[in-house]
């Protein structure tokens, strides 16, 4: 499996910006230096902390680490036991490629006869299989620049014999944190296949694989970082419970969804009546209007075929107002009934 470039940045930012593997070996135990009297005791050791080749990464799939572009944190580094920043154990001192393979050279210190180095060096010498780990993520100022190398592409890498084939990610620039020596089979998160003939891994109990078949990439890497999941049957049941809380989320946004269509539904309806009733109020306003009007025009035609009646031979204008006389006062004739009361009477007379 390789990812990209920006899949294994955003992994690694959910790191917090470094991540601790173990794939390395302790390749030689050096002999005592020191007097015997001495309180301080130290033992030269030659770590084998990381592989030049590809390696299949428990989180980042195929990867290969160039050592060209690697930036110490210091000029020496903390050698610990477990990464147990409390239980300090040497000091890396100085490191090469040879064979293309990051080897570094340090020694361990004992203070007490019976304190963590002392307890390693007994083990070690009764053929306990102590390995190496270390913390590596981006440079101190940030930098971390990752190639992807497309499927069928040869790259050489750390001077190495033979080319690297793609797919696989290469880490060009990252940063050294320290190392540590870690009891075999304690750091349960690693899985280890390397690809090249000379190179050995380990199967640890977590396998990324098993874990990104089984819950998916996401939920699988989640999973694997989780210290409190140590087995598959752990992962399962924090499945479950992630299941049954998603399923429960479902079902309060669908029954709240539900909620506010029902609720928008209701206040369409409302809208809609009240735009019907309005719209009939309009309607019943504009006939009755018209209704005037026709009762209008039907009361001016009756008014004017009366007064054509009362007045024959003149012309009558559609007017309600009765003729006056505005001739000299005294002598003329003014009509002060209403037209209804002057046609009437005109009519009668005739």
């Known amino acids: 499996m390789a990812m990209t470039k920006h899949r294994i940045s955003s992994l690694l930012d959910k790191q917090g910006g470094k991540i601790t593997d173990r794939y390395g070996s302790i390749e030689d135990w050096g002999a005592f230096s020191g007097d015997d009297n001495s309180r301080i005791k130290t033992y030269p050791v030659t770590l084998k902390v990381r592989t030049g080749g590809v390696l299949d990464h428990w989180l980042f799939g195929r990867l290969v680490m160039d ?9 020496t580094l903390l050698l610990d036991w477990n990464h147990d920043p409390d239980v300090e154990t040497g000091v890396i001192l100085e490191h090469d490629f040879p064979g293309g393979d990051l080897v570094c050279k340090a ?3 004992s203070r007490e006869p019976n304190d963590r180095v002392a307890k390693i060096i007994d083990y070690a010498s009764e053929g306990v299989p102590y390995e190496v780990s270390m913390t590596w993520g981006a440079t101190q100022s940030g930098k971390f620049i990752v190639e992807d190398v497309p499927s069928g592409k040869e790259v050489v890498v750390n001077d190495r014999q033979g080319a690297v084939k793609g797919p696989c990610s290469i880490i060009r620039v990252w940063g050294m944190y320290g190392s540590a020596i870690c009891p075999h089979g304690v750091d349960s998160s690693t899985n280890c296949q390397f690809d090249s003939e000379n190179q050995k891994g380990t199967i640890m109990p977590k396998d990324l694989k098993t874990f990104t078949d089984k819950f998916g990439s996401e939920k699988g890497v989640e999973y694997m970082l989780d210290a409190a999941i140590e087995t598959l049957e752990d992962a399962e049941k924090s499945h479950r419970i992630f299941l049954d809380a998603k399923e429960k989320a479902e079902q309060k946004a669908a029954l709240d969804k539900a909620i506010a269509d029902s609720a928008t539904l209701e206040a369409e309806n409302k809208r809609l009546k009240e735009d019907a009733a309005k719209l009939e109020a309009e309607t019943k306003a504009k006939a009755e209007a018209q209704a005037k009007v026709i009762a209008d025009a039907k009361t001016l035609e009756e008014e004017n075929k009366l007064l054509k009646q009362a007045l024959p031979g003149i012309n009558i204008k559609d007017s309600t107002t009765p003729p006056t006389n505005t001739g000299t006062p005294g002598k003329s004739t003014v ?8 046609i009437e009477k005109r009519v009668a007379n005739k």
């Open 335 to 342: 009509y002060r009934d209403s037209m209804q009361q002057f």
């Open 107 to 109: 020694k361990l210190i």
């Open 67 to 75: 050592f060209e572009g690697m930036v110490w944190h210091k000029p």
